[in-house]
């Protein structure tokens, strides 16, 4: 057997390798649900699809976290085009939370309304952007590994979130942040959703429109812009970019910055938009899953939506047949990490080709 | 002053605390250690931390619980012992197995692969886990007393006699030392073999060879593909028994899903970097990270906001560590230099 | 005397792809107790002959023996098996091990346990046995050049090898260094060891050889007892009558001085100097050719003045506008202030993907590597480096499916070259420098690039051209700077110079009078 690199691969060729992989995937998950529950498994798919799609409002709840998912993942498109391996969004989406959750603590009510959303945005990225400056920074500088200080980043925020939590911890004794602005004269200020009608599609409709002018900017910024271009040719050829006179250093600092405040604002809408609160499952290990969508989607923002899509159903799916046939909810890790697998193992087949040596003579 | 001094009073137990959590670091660490020397950066050892805790848990549950009341016979500790071992050695080596063929034969990106066995460890053990949890009638009730109580098990008298001689300084030098079951003294060992290996065996040369420039390697004559897989399989198999150490001796052999594993596995990844993937050095950072991980719950004074700073401890200092590293360019505390790159040996 | 054949190659033949001989029917011996040169220009097959010895490659045609057996060579395994050893340019080392670690790597085959003691006691017989000076413990990442050299001579020793290839092993070394690596070979040679080096120093081949061996384009051309050889013959061997290729040469009319180069020094991360006080004047309306042997200061020359490399304090490159008002030191900038004091700089890398060209990206995006600053807005004007694209395409005769999708590394060589200096020329350099620039390239693309380089010539461009075969350097420059080991040995007149006189300043060593 031989293995040689690919040159490239048909369009058409490759989405069916994919689709290949997923219907495997849906296979061994198939095989995997009735091992355990003994349900003929087209019950089980058309429970899932339901708990996908099965009201209004189910929709809606898939729409906003396929969003989410796809925010942070439109977050790491710049850093991992530049060959930057940013594993911090779950870092950077929590202190975008953390200064989202602040303002609408301490200033709603105090501010205008309109002020208040300014201070919440803004500073959600500059957090964000500063979580994802600093190891673009060492990177540049001292060429510290990124993958490791992302890491880091990482936990570092989850312990500031904590200490954040404990501080504005309401009941006191919860442990927890509690709804912001719930009731009373502040009832809630500083949800997207209440600025121009209420309920909750109105907050989700919102998610959905910002990532979507989102994603279509991000498209272009990475594939229309100066910058976007100087991005691809530093993650492709430093000295490549040295020799047409691209400041390699600049450009890793300028880059995770921006990769980190989108992850920052994706922080903003998970607190804004979806819990009204704040806590170390705002990012929710989203900010892992996010790397895998960015990854697979070859930072196509427009790809990440589909592959967050497929995400947002398994998970949602698989929490109802958690529900309707009594299993517990991390059927849907199981579910997802096998199609992750599939998904990701079939790139081989993408770049590789296999030949079956011919018998010598 | 009455702060430092209830702290220092107090000094004793946070060791011991201290010790409990750096074992199931060192753990998986150690395994990390053994991967990032063939060049594998896995970061999927949360995953396989959970994969080898649910998996040691369920074979001796079924042993226990459904395998001995079956036959009508008692369960017997050793054995209850063994198939745990074996099972979570097992279930983390698999985990990483999928990990191996996936990264080294597939060639998918490292990165991506090892944060999706996190993603899948996690849910089979919670998923196993709270299956089990529902078989032995609620949350908490999964017990499997005879394998807990015997992974705990220690000598009495030793402590006692140590102690004794210890009076006079009034610190329990025997509770510190001879307090804890069995694994924790077997991770010291872990250590020290894998310290022996790398740096006093040839084979321990070749792998290392594998992860600073694997083109050399192949060159000479190592099958680096089989190095590769070894050493990422076993390492992992290691790293399952930090899971296992903290389902049966630290929440004494049932299950919960608050995540804790998790942490502690990306704290062992910490671990990799701050002992600059040298073995013995995590023997005394994981007990300071243990240390550490604990320290807010003896700082008299603190709130509980600034407990939470406190715990930000470990991750800072090793941010302070790979920083200084990197700075310092000292060559031996470099990672591996292939560490994460696939390989692929184009022609021949 | 020498009588037992260590190796011996018949009628070798291997072609890369269809176009490319590497070599042609080689018939090549060795003898046990002798020290043979393999001598020959860049590109004559020097090393491919040997890698096919070393089990890198394998040949399409021939037959090797070995002490007069036949064998089969498929991997460098089978040649380790037979006791060949080679010593490759790049080391296989690594670099956190120590010297004794690196020389025992991989052999497993003795006990588990890894002995220091008596490996760094075998390693230092060895090192007496021949002359070598080693420390076992020291770390490769300490070591200068010439002691990693002595670790995979002495690697390969102890793993028993009898006939040892060396690889251009003085191209790294200084004078002092070389000499030692030649009384070391001797020792071998006295042993009984066979040894090939692979060189083209004429005065080192006389040192230290018993015998000589030239290849000229993949061909054998003979071989002589080192006593009856000499450099002018040698010479004669190795460079072959000169070759008439019509090169179209005009005389621009006014020529200026563009660049003006003085005590440029460059020096390695090593801290090895590459470069050494050059000084030169390139001017407008003029092919400056740059001779030399591979790596003796030609990349770092061209990436200094590019801004890409830093030169070392002391270095000046004057840059003097076409119009003669004023100049510019380009030494302390990097390329983009280059760009930005309005200094048109062209320059066709050696490495034409490792610098220069974005494998991955296409055509036009590639095109646009030059020219993407245009324009006020943040966004890429696509429409101009499409249109360019199109022009260079259509000029150049670049063959390709497309401009806008398909990955340029999917192109051939030829058509990647094409479109690199395309671009290249198309920002309207007033200096242009090339580095290799027809290496690789089948004869009609060459011409292509020899005709471009004149006219730009004739539109008054500086043009830099450095090249490695003798012939187009002789027909194409104006005049010829000649490198050796990173100092100018001399600069000659293209129209009135022979081939015999570049090659012989080419090996100088030192350079200088």
Redesign the interface.
């Known amino acids: 057997m031989h293995i040689s690199k690919r040159?490239?691969i048909v369009a058409w060729k490759a989405w069916l390798v994919r689709l290949l992989a997923i219907v495997l995937a849906l296979l061994v998950d198939a095989i995997i649900i009735f091992a355990v529950v003994r349900l003929n498994p087209i019950d089980v798919y058309a429970s899932m699809f339901n708990g996908a799609f099965g009201t209004e409002k189910k929709i809606w709840f898939l729409v906003r976290d396929l969003m989410i998912l796809s925010c942070i993942g439109i977050g790491l498109a710049p850093a991992f085009k530049m060959r930057f391996w940013n594993i911090g969004a779950e870092g950077q989406m929590l202190v975008g939370g953390i200064m989202t959750a602040f303002w609408m603590i301490n200033f709603a009510g105090k501010v205008p309304t309109w002020l208040l959303f300014v201070l919440m945005i803004v500073s959600a990225l500059i957090a964000g952007g500063v979580w994802g400056f600093l190891p673009g920074l060492f990177k540049a500088i001292w060429n510290t590994n990124e993958t490791l200080f992302t890491l880091m980043m990482n936990y570092i925020a989850i312990q500031l979130t904590s200490f954040f939590v404990a501080k504005w911890e309401n009941p006191p004794g919860s442990n927890s942040v509690g709804v912001i602005n719930r009731m009373g004269d502040v009832k809630n200020v500083g949800w997207i959703g209440n600025m121009f009608s209420k309920g909750y599609n109105a907050d989700y409709g919102w998610v959905a429109a910002i990532v979507l002018v989102l994603a279509v900017a991000m498209f272009?910024y990475l594939n229309?812009?100066?910058?976007?271009?100087e991005i691809?040719?530093v993650g492709?050829?430093e000295?490549?970019a040295?020799?047409?006179?691209?400041?390699v250093r600049n450009v890793y600092m300028r880059t995770m910055a921006i990769s980190g405040a989108i992850c920052g604002f994706a922080g903003f809408l998970a607190v804004s938009a979806v819990s009204h609160t704040i806590s170390t499952s705002t990012a929710g290990g989203r900010g892992f899953t996010a790397i895998i969508v960015a990854w697979l989607a070859k930072m196509n923002p427009f790809v990440m939506i589909l592959i967050s899509a497929l995400l947002t159903f398994m998970d949602k799916g698989a929490s109802q047949i958690a529900s309707d046939f009594g299993l517990n909810e991390y059927v849907s890790q199981i579910v997802s990490g096998v199609i992750l697998f599939f998904i990701l193992g079939s790139e081989f087949f993408l770049n590789y080709r296999i030949q079956f040596a011919k018998a010598k003579k | 002053m009455e702060g430092l001094l209830s702290f220092l009073s107090s000094f004793p137990t946070l060791l011991h605390s201290g010790v409990v959590f750096g074992t199931v670091i060192m753990f998986g660490a150690l395994g990390e250690i053994l991967t990032q020397k063939s060049g594998n950066l896995n970061l999927g050892v949360p995953g396989v931390m959970y994969l080898g805790g649910i998996a040691g848990l369920a074979a001796s549950f079924l042993y226990e619980n459904v395998f001995c009341p079956g036959h009508g016979i008692e369960p017997v500790a050793w054995i209850s012992v063994a198939l745990s071992l074996v099972s979570c050695f097992v279930a983390a080596a698999l985990g990483s197995l999928l990990y191996s063929f996936l990264t080294i034969t597939l060639r998918t990106n490292q990165n991506v692969t090892g944060l999706t066995l996190t993603i899948f460890g996690s849910g089979v053990a919670n998923f196993f886990g709270g299956s089990l949890n529902k078989l032995a009638g609620g949350v908490g009730q999964v017990s499997v007393k005879v394998a807990s109580e015997a992974y705990r098990a220690f000598s009495f008298d030793l402590v006692a006699t140590v102690d004794s001689w210890t009076e006079r300084i009034g610190f329990g030098l025997g509770t510190l030392i001879f307090s804890y079951g069995f694994l924790t003294y077997v991770v010291l060992v872990i250590a020290v073999g894998l310290w022996f290996f790398l740096s006093?065996?040839?084979?321990?040369?070749?792998l290392?060879?594998v992860g600073?420039?694997t083109?050399?390697?192949d060159?000479?004559?190592?099958n680096v593909t089989k190095y590769k897989y070894l050493a990422t399989c076993i390492g992992g198999g290691i790293s399952g028994f930090g899971g296992l150490y903290y389902v049966m001796n630290y929440i004494k052999g049932t299950w919960e899903n608050s995540g804790t594993i998790e942490g502690l596995g990306w704290l062992a990844v910490a671990l990799v970097i701050f002992a600059t993937w040298k073995p013995l050095r995590t023997i005394w950072g994981s007990y300071l990270f243990g240390v550490l991980y604990w320290m807010f719950f003896y700082v008299a004074g603190l709130t509980r906001s600034s407990q939470e700073i406190f715990k930000m401890l470990p991750y800072v200092v090793t941010l302070f560590v790979l920083i200084m590293v990197s700075l310092r360019k000292r060559?031996?505390d470099?990672p591996p230099?292939s560490l994460g790159l696939p390989y692929f040996r184009e022609d021949? | 005397m020498h009588l037992e054949k260590a190796i011996e190659m018949k009628n070798i033949t291997k072609r890369f792809g269809s176009k490319v001989v590497a070599n042609r029917s080689v018939s090549l011996t060795l003898y046990k107790g002798e020290i043979l040169s393999l001598l020959g220009e860049n590109g004559s097959g020097k090393t491919t002959l040997m890698n096919m010895l070393s089990g890198i490659y394998y040949p399409d045609e021939g037959e090797i023996f070995v002490n007069e057996k036949p064998v089969e060579i498929k991997?460098?395994?089978d040649a380790?098996d037979l006791g060949i050893g080679m010593i490759h340019q790049h080391f296989?080392?690594?670099?956190?091990?120590t010297a004794a670690?690196n020389i025992?790597?991989?052999?497993?085959g003795?006990?588990?346990?890894?002995d220091k003691g008596a490996v760094a006691k075998a390693v230092r017989e060895i090192a007496d046995r021949y002359g070598f000076e080693i420390d076992p413990n020291q770390?490769v990442?300490n070591m200068s050049v010439s002691q990693k050299q002595t670790v995979e001579i002495v690697k390969v020793l102890y793993r028993g090898a009898n006939i040892l290839i060396l690889d251009e092993p003085t191209a790294v070394l200084t004078p002092q260094e070389t000499e030692k690596l030649f009384t070391v070979m001797r020792n071998m040679r006295a042993d009984g060891k066979a040894i090939i080096i692979i060189t083209h120093k004429l005065h080192e081949v006389l040192a230290v050889s018993d015998r000589v061996a030239v290849l000229r384009k993949g061909e054998y051309i003979g071989d002589v007892p080192t006593a009856e050889a000499s450099q002018q013959s040698l010479t004669d061997m190795m460079v072959g009558r000169a070759v008439s290729l019509n090169i179209d040469r005009p005389l621009a009319e006014a020529q200026t001085d563009r660049l003006v180069v003085e005590h440029l020094t460059v020096k390695d991360k090593e801290g090895v100097k590459k470069l050494d006080d050059v000084s030169f004047v390139a001017k407008a309306g003029e092919i400056l050719g740059i001779a030399g042997i591979a790596g003796s200061g030609q990349k770092q020359l061209l990436e200094a003045i590019?801004g890409?490399q830093r030169a070392e304090p002391g270095s000046s490159v004057r840059y003097i506008e076409p119009d003669g008002s004023s100049s510019k030191q380009l030494v302390g900038m990097?390329?983009?202030s280059?760009?930005k004091k309005g200094v048109l700089l062209s320059?066709v890398?050696e490495d034409r993907?490792?610098?220069?060209?974005?494998?991955?990206?296409s055509i036009s995006?590639n095109v646009?590597?030059?020219s993407?600053?245009r324009g006020k807005t943040?966004?890429?004007d696509?429409k101009f480096p499409k249109q360019l694209s199109q022009k260079i395409v259509r000029d150049l005769e670049v063959v390709t499916p497309d401009i806008d999708r398909?990955?340029i590394r999917?192109l051939s060589g030829g058509n990647v070259q094409k479109v690199l200096v395309g671009r290249e020329i198309e920002q309207s350099p007033t200096v242009l420098m090339t580095a290799y620039a027809v290496r690789g390239l089948d004869i009609n693309t060459s011409y292509t690039i020899y005709n471009l380089l004149t006219e730009q010539k004739m539109k008054g461009v500086a043009v830099i051209y450095v090249g490695e075969d003798l012939d187009v350097l002789l027909e194409l420059c104006d005049r010829i700077l000649v490198l050796c080991g990173g100092k100018v040995s001399g600069v000659v007149d293209g129209r009135n110079t022979t081939k015999e006189e570049v090659g012989l300043m080419m090996t100088k060593l030192g350079g200088g009078n």
């Open positions: 040159d490239g272009i229309y812009s100066k910058q976007g271009y691809a040719v492709d050829s000295n490549t040295r020799y047409a006179g691209i400041r | 006093k065996t040839r084979y321990g040369l070749s290392r060879a600073e420039n083109a050399t390697a060159a000479v004559g190592i060559r031996e470099q230099a021949r | 991997s460098p395994k380790f296989k080392l690594v670099d956190v091990f670690e025992v790597l991989g052999l497993e003795e006990k588990g346990k890894l770390k990442y590019a890409v990097d390329p983009l280059i760009i320059f890398p993907f490792g610098m220069g060209l974005v494998g991955t990206m995006h646009m590597l030059r993407y600053r943040p966004m890429l696509r398909t990955p999917r």
